[in-house]
């Protein structure tokens, strides 16, 4: 009486199983092949091709077995044509909207004088609409022919009807006009705010030199970018990051632009929309209890824009004299740098992430920054596995780095810094302490995490030129080299944009080598860095980027 029943079910078994069968007979991908595959496991670790599925790698090694293997899957292949693959390199440090600002903006990053900057301003200046903001990003007063630091003046005879802001490389200084200072209200009677200066003159007035949180008196008066060009901003940041080959990047955007929802919104609009890139966004503590009005946490928003770490900022930079040194600057001796927070709020910030489980992400230049940074990590340890980072760390004393490797967290370092600002450093720092700056060697072999990024727009975002100069630490200024003890091998630098990148975000289980179960993210290039002049990694070309398994980019045919 209840046979017929059973025997239903049973051929109801029997038909989703054949089904399934049929779904995994028709599953199809790719096949990658014909070059040097690294997988960067080891430094000895090559194979010859790597089958794909659906955004995850299934098998690495011998071509002759991954065909055999998967002969029945194997629906497209690519060719390397002699090209060499690596793990997707991924950028651990950047601004993805303002690299995006800066190829749209009037870029000053590659002037060599004052004038040259004042003459560039006065033609674009000339294209604007009545009182439309001048923005020009990325000036460097020490690659000048003279090292000297514009007037406010300067920038009123070019004009006096628009506001003109001058943002410079390291985005911890502005030099603005009188428009500006009398739009913020920047007067002589205002006090310095925390954290930040407005330079004076001799009568002391403000001259239009803007420090650290000073200049936040100007961006809250500044004309909200629209929607469509924020989205337009980020499109156009994420088309060159793709083109230069990297898969991913870790970015620090979302209190800015119109606050969190605003600039996630964005992001949304474009990935995966119209790109796979993997963004994986920090969340400033000024915008913390936005995110958590919405519901999210760390790691919420799915693969491609991945909330990350709460965003403090601990001290400024070396440029402007603005980072926090335990012993004052060589060139300036009653100075010691500026600390954004004070210690009592640098821990309120701390309970706040902690209360969440929620790791920080910490800017600090300085070793007095970083052993503030240090210690309150100490005081509030996380418990849940996550990582926490320091962001820079360019200057260490001995006592601060046994403290470091007693503690779990990652080094976020920027190996351009090397290229860009040798030898001045040495005018800031001295002899001394000068031989033992940027010490990535050190971090490395005294086992502390390290990932690499370029904190673009400040330094070139090129991971090739990153890759070059914690190599080579040769510098763009003089030619010299600088710290030669600190040289990484071209495999401990690529790790840090690919094994680090994934570590510091707790994805060192799927991300950052080429291994089965792995995601298909792959940066291939036309040159193989372990076999090419280190001197001239700059020089090689991009020549395809893939993400998820699919080509974000492909280096147009001659």
């Known amino acids: 009486m209840h046979y017929p029943f059973l025997m239903n079910d049973f051929l109801l078994s029997l038909y989703h199983n054949q089904e399934k069968n049929i779904r995994l007979g028709d599953r199809m991908g790719t096949l990658f092949y014909g070059g040097t595959i690294y997988t960067m496991e080891d430094e000895t670790s090559i194979a010859e091709a790597v089958y794909v599925e659906d955004g995850t790698i299934m098998g690495v090694g011998k071509e002759s077995e991954l065909r055999n293997t998967w002969m029945n899957s194997i629906d497209d292949e690519y060719t390397l044509s002699g090209a060499t693959m690596y793990p997707g390199f991924v950028d651990s440090h950047l601004h993805i ?30 294209e604007l609409e009545p009182e439309e903001w001048l923005i020009a990003d990325g000036w460097n007063e020490n690659q000048w ?50 954290g930040g200066k407005i330079v004076r003159d001799q009568f002391g007035e403000p001259t239009g030199y803007l420090l650290d949180q000073a200049q936040e008196l100007v961006k809250e008066i500044m004309p909200l970018i629209s929607e469509s060009k924020l989205q337009e901003t980020v499109k156009v940041a994420i088309e060159d990051l793709l083109r230069l080959g990297l898969v991913g990047g870790h970015s620090e955007d979302l209190s800015y ?44 928003g799915g693969e491609f824009t991945t909330l990350g770490a709460m965003k403090i900022f601990s001290d400024g930079a070396l440029g402007g004299r603005t980072a926090w040194l335990s012993e004052p600057y ?40 970083v052993e503030e940074i240090v210690a309150c990590i100490e005081k509030y340890p996380l418990h849940n596995g996550l990582k926490d980072r320091i962001i820079h760390a360019q200057i260490m004393n001995d006592k601060l780095l046994d403290r470091l490797k007693q503690i779990p967290v990652v080094l976020d370092i920027q190996p351009s810094f ?86 510091v975000i707790n994805h060192a289980h799927d991300r950052g080598m080429i291994k089965p179960g792995f995601v298909a993210d792959f940066t291939i290039l036309e040159k193989d860095l372990l076999k090419h002049d280190p001197d001239r990694f700059h020089e090689i070309e991009v020549k395809a980027t893939i993400v998820d398994g699919e080509m974000m980019y492909e280096k147009p045919e001659a």
């Open 145 to 194: 022919e003279e090292v000297r630091i514009i007037d406010k003046t300067e920038l009123d005879d070019i004009s006096s009807e628009h506001p003109i802001i001058l943002s410079r490389v390291c985005r911890h200084a502005l030099i603005v006009n009188s428009k500006v200072l009398n739009l913020a209200g920047i007067t002589r009677e205002m006090e310095d705010p925390q």
């Open 418 to 503: 090397v290229a860009s600002d040798f030898p001045w450093v040495k005018e800031r720092l001295g002899d001394r302490r000068t031989n033992d700056a940027y010490p990535w060697k050190t971090y490395l072999n005294n086992g502390i995490a390290c990932a690499g990024g370029s904190d673009a727009p400040i330094e070139e975002v090129n991971p090739l030129l990153g890759i070059q100069a914690a190599v080579t630490r040769r510098s763009n200024i003089d030619g010299q080299v600088y710290g030669s003890h600190q040289k990484l091998s071209v495999f401990e630098a690529i790790s840090l944009y690919t094994k680090g990148s994934a570590y």
């Open 257 to 300: 632009y119109g606050g969190f929802e605003r600039t996630l919104n964005a992001y949304h609009k474009v990935l995966p929309e119209k790109y796979k890139f993997r963004a994986h966004l920090l969340v400033h503590h000024l915008v913390f209890n936005e995110m958590l009005a919405q519901g999210l946490q760390y790691g919420d």
């Open 97 to 126: 909207i303002g690299h995006g600002e800066k190829l749209l903006h009037l870029d000053l990053s590659s002037m060599k004088s004052a004038n040259e900057v004042l003459q560039a301003l006065e033609r674009k200046a000339q």
């Open 330 to 369: 060589h060139d300036d001796p009653s100075n010691v740098g500026i600390p954004i927070h004070k210690r009592h709020n640098l821990e309120i910030l701390f309970q706040k992430a902690r209360k969440r489980e929620h790791p920080v992400a910490v800017h600090a230049i300085g070793d007095q920054a």
